[in-house]
């Protein structure tokens, strides 16, 4: 034993006592977000209660072709919450590529991390190999929003300037380059401002849980380094990706814009 503290059911009953007092304070102040709390505590104790199980089989029983359907489910999840958080219309050729950078980026950066930094052995040890690909591809999901988003309104507000710079013989890629640019800005600025916080500002989730189970701090700061290095390279190759190979799907085969 590491003299961890458990927390009990009793104690976790109070946690959700909290969270009861902060909606009759939400109710009574008249801010009508009573219900997406109440939704969002229940379906993420919901949620976190089936993970458990299945992750407790998973580790107990483990199997590279369990590890590897275990990823491709994050993966496919990670691609629907980007196509539902895009708040802009989507065409299929964008939603192909969006899975195709993200599954690319985040499978790279993983493997890298896991077998080159990490050296894990098995390579499938789902211990290792299934937490830090949830970290990896929550990032790059979030990382992949601002950057489709940040494309398609650009593409889409910025038309008239593509084309005059189309009109003056400028390629697509030279009409859209400060697009782009953009776009992949505003996907890695949450991640490097986090990095630049972290340690001052604030101790991150994996480093804390870590330490809460009684692995020593330098060994915690050195995992938290290595994942922070593994979730900025997989943010920056995904967006990447993405930007440079959708920014041509505005355009048709004589190099003319098409944005609705």
């Not at 304070?25 to 919901?46: A, P, Q, Y």
């Not at 400060?178 to 340690?199: C, E, H, K, Q, W």
Request: glycine share 8%; hydrophobic share 50%.
């Amino acid at each position: 034993m590491n003299g961890i503290i458990e927390i009990g059911t009793f104690r976790l009953i109070l946690a959700y006592i909290f969270i009861a007092i902060l909606l009759f304070i939400i109710k009574i102040k008249g801010i009508k977000r009573e219900k997406d709390v109440l939704i969002g505590s229940v379906r993420m104790t919901i949620q976190l209660i089936l993970t458990g199980y299945i992750l407790s089989y998973i580790f107990d029983n483990p199997n590279p072709f369990v590890t590897i359907i275990y990823l491709l489910i994050m993966l496919a999840f990670a691609v629907h919450n980007t196509f539902k958080r895009v708040k802009v219309k989507l065409k299929n050729n964008l939603k192909i590529l969006i899975g195709f950078s993200l599954a690319i980026g985040t499978i790279i950066s993983l493997l890298y991390f896991l077998i080159i930094v990490v050296r894990i052995s098995p390579w499938y040890n789902p211990r290792y190999f299934i937490p830090i690909a949830g970290m990896i591809v929550g990032n790059a999901m979030t990382g992949i929003t601002l950057g489709v988003t940040r494309l398609v309104d650009g593409m889409t507000n910025q038309k008239y300037a593509i084309e005059g710079a189309l009109m003056l013989g400028a390629t697509p890629k030279d009409a859209t380059r400060s697009i782009v640019n953009n776009a992949f800005d505003s996907a890695i600025l949450p991640t490097i401002n986090n990095m630049v916080g972290m340690g001052i500002v604030s101790l991150p989730g994996m480093m804390t849980g870590q330490i809460l189970s009684g692995t020593s701090p330098l060994v915690a700061i050195q995992y938290q380094i290595a994942i922070m290095l593994a979730i900025c390279g997989s943010v920056s190759l995904t967006v990447i990706l993405f930007v440079q190979l959708a920014y041509k799907t505005f355009f048709n085969e004589r190099c003319q814009l098409e944005v609705e």
